[in-house]
């Protein structure tokens, strides 16, 4: 099997499966949260303030693409099915939006942060040898890594992920409409960007990721 051998894929699903569901399920939540405290119950009166996955999964970005992408590569990537904000309904539209986007990077922080203090509990709590202690070690892993490159990924300035919101309510209003007019094919050049052969946003983010992975994994005593 390309990649990875069924084993390995296995393990490796097996050990993602609850961080990665969690961290997206958090992500969209806190977006819909902020939206909602700051005046749009847009996404509240849609049932999406909820901690049900399903209710965030995107089958394509969530399932098939992540699956695939573990099968012939051993690494993954993917999205889930966004939460609906009317901008127009926050309270102070330009500001607002620019905290609604801030929510969901920072949950992924405080997530990676969860995952940290769990390995440092796990490893004060089981023995170093036993096969759960691994295994728990090896989910808080996985726990900081997806929430670390979630968090970074989607603070790219380009719309739709919400470093391009964040970007478009810091601008004067001709540079906010320029991304706007960019979003509808924002998804694509994301793609194009990141993988070969262009390739660059990975070397462009690559640094940020690394400087977040050694400050989680190193706090929580984890090698990776």
């Given amino acids: 099997m390309p990649g990875t051998d069924a084993a390995q894929l296995a393990i490796v699903i097996a050990a993602a499966a609850i961080p990665g569901i969690f961290a997206i399920t958090m992500h969209e939540v806190a977006h819909g949260w902020a939206a909602k405290k700051l005046g749009d119950p847009t996404a ?15 089958p394509l970005g969530t399932v098939v693409l992540p699956l695939a992408m573990l099968w012939f590569t051993g690494s993954a990537f993917g999205w889930a099915k966004p939460v609906p904000v009317a901008f127009r309904n926050l ?64 603070l790219v300035p380009i719309p739709p992920l919400d470093g391009g919101r964040v970007l478009s309510g810091l601008l004067p209003r001709a540079g906010s409409d320029v991304l706007d007019r960019i979003e509808p094919f924002g998804l694509i050049i994301v793609l194009v960007l990141m993988f070969p052969p262009v390739g660059v946003l990975w070397r462009v983010i690559e640094p940020f990721v690394a400087f977040f992975l050694d400050f989680f994994l190193g706090a929580a005593g984890l090698l990776y």
């Fill in 44 to 58: 509240y009166m849609l049932g999406r303030l909820s901690f049900n996955p399903l209710k965030h999964v995107d």
């Fill in 91 to 154: 309270r102070n539209p330009k500001r607002d939006m620019i905290l609604v986007a801030a929510a969901g990077p920072g949950a992924n922080f405080a997530m990676a942060t969860v995952w940290a203090l769990f390995a440092i509990l796990v490893g004060a709590v089981l023995p170093d040898s036993s096969l759960v202690s691994a295994f728990l070690l090896l989910v808080s892993q996985y726990g900081i890594k997806i929430n670390v490159l979630l968090m970074v990924f989607n």
